[in-house]
């Protein structure tokens, strides 16, 4: 009977080791790098996107698309943070990938840019004046007034859309009043302007932060949803952004988003 040869066993034993590694290291060193995918958003829109005390992007925006992220391992995403007048600059010059800021569709925008097909919030905009005020109750009681719109916003284009077919009876002021909540607040009081135009969810915030004087009146004047923005060539890239939004919806993980980011399950009402 043969004696076994150990050295020759260990011998074997390192071989096929050393084998299993440099496949395993020739394998990982093949796999391509993620894509970096620079998504631009804004530094001023709570609870939306913005900047927290230590200067990092947080909020909705950031929060959907990390989740997003997760689910594309080919691609790398970073945040930049933006003025909102400045995003879709940035993207039709290529300094960013996607554009996120509650967007809603509208034709100059679909015109210039690709929208994703799926949305990730509603965004039902109504009128808001002073819960002092029985004078205005639809969007013809707005003529003759005094209107704040954001610059750039849908709301600027659907107010300017009623102007150009109502003989430009409503006097529009521009101003972000996401950036500068307390002053549109405190325009409204002071008479300045009669109105801004908003959502509910975001009059009921500056109730609470402000105190108790805002109301919204009438029927909504837009009803519409949110979506990432992208340039037109970039078809892949939004059919994959689609693609993970489409799995977050359908098993709860955007619903868990917007009640813990925006207090309420915003992605199907307002």
């Given at each position: 009977?043969?004696?076994?040869?150990?050295?020759?066993?260990?011998?074997?034993?390192?071989?096929v080791a050393a084998l299993?590694?440099?496949?395993?290291?020739?394998?990982?060193?093949?796999?391509?790098?993620?894509?970096?995918?620079i998504i631009g958003t804004?530094?001023?829109?709570?609870?939306?996107?913005?900047?927290?005390?230590?200067?990092?992007?947080?909020?909705?925006?950031?929060?959907?698309?990390?989740?997003?992220?997760?689910?594309?391992?080919?691609?790398?995403?970073?945040?930049?943070?933006?003025d909102f007048q400045n995003?879709?600059?940035?993207?039709?010059?290529?300094?960013?990938?996607?554009?996120?800021?509650?967007?809603?569709?509208?034709?100059?925008?679909?015109?210039?840019?690709?929208?994703?097909?799926?949305?990730?919030?509603?965004?039902?905009?109504?009128?808001?004046?002073?819960?002092?005020?029985?004078?205005?109750?639809?969007?013809?009681?707005?003529?003759?007034?005094?209107?704040?719109?954001?610059?750039?916003?849908?709301?600027?284009?659907?107010?300017?859309?009623?102007?150009?077919?109502?003989?430009?009876?409503?006097?529009?002021?521009?101003?972000?009043?996401?950036?500068?909540?307390?002053?549109?607040?405190?325009?409204?009081?002071?008479?300045?302007?009669?109105?801004?135009?908003?959502?509910?969810?975001?009059?009921?915030?500056?109730?609470?932060?402000?105190?108790?004087?805002?109301?919204?009146?009438?029927?909504?004047?837009?009803?519409?949803?949110?979506?990432?923005?992208?340039?037109?060539?970039?078809?892949?890239?939004?059919?994959?952004?689609?693609?993970?939004?489409?799995?977050?919806?359908?098993?709860?993980?955007?619903?868990?988003?917007?009640?813990?980011?925006?207090?309420?399950?915003?992605?199907?009402?307002?």
């Amino acid at each position: 009977m043969k004696k076994l040869d150990f050295s020759k066993i260990v011998s074997l034993f390192l071989m096929v080791a050393a084998l299993m590694v440099a496949t395993n290291f020739s394998t990982v060193s093949c796999a391509p790098a993620p894509k970096k995918i620079i998504i631009g958003t804004g530094n001023a829109f709570k609870p939306y996107c913005y900047l927290d005390e230590d200067g990092k992007p947080v909020g909705y925006e950031y929060e959907v698309l990390t989740a997003v992220n997760k689910r594309l391992p080919q691609y790398r995403f970073e945040f930049q943070t933006l003025d909102f007048q400045n995003i879709l600059l940035s993207l039709q010059s290529k300094k960013i990938d996607i554009a996120a800021h509650q967007y809603e569709k509208n034709p100059e925008r679909e015109q210039k840019y690709r929208f994703g097909k799926e949305s990730y919030t509603t965004f039902i905009l109504r009128i808001v004046v002073s819960k002092k005020r029985n004078d205005i109750n639809s969007i013809k009681d707005l003529d003759g007034k005094t209107v704040q719109v954001s610059p750039g916003a849908n709301e600027a284009y659907v107010m300017e859309q009623y102007n150009k077919s109502h003989g430009n009876k409503v006097k529009l002021v521009y101003a972000d009043s996401g950036a500068n909540p307390a002053l549109a607040v405190q325009n409204i009081e002071n008479g300045r302007i009669d109105a801004f135009i908003s959502i509910k969810r975001i009059m009921e915030s500056y109730n609470k932060a402000y105190g108790d004087k805002l109301k919204t009146v009438g029927d909504p004047i837009a009803s519409s949803s949110t979506y990432d923005i992208f340039r037109k060539e970039d078809a892949q890239l939004q059919e994959d952004v689609d693609t993970a939004l489409r799995s977050l919806k359908a098993d709860g993980t955007l619903a868990k988003i917007s009640i813990k980011v925006l207090g309420g399950d915003y992605t199907t009402s307002d």
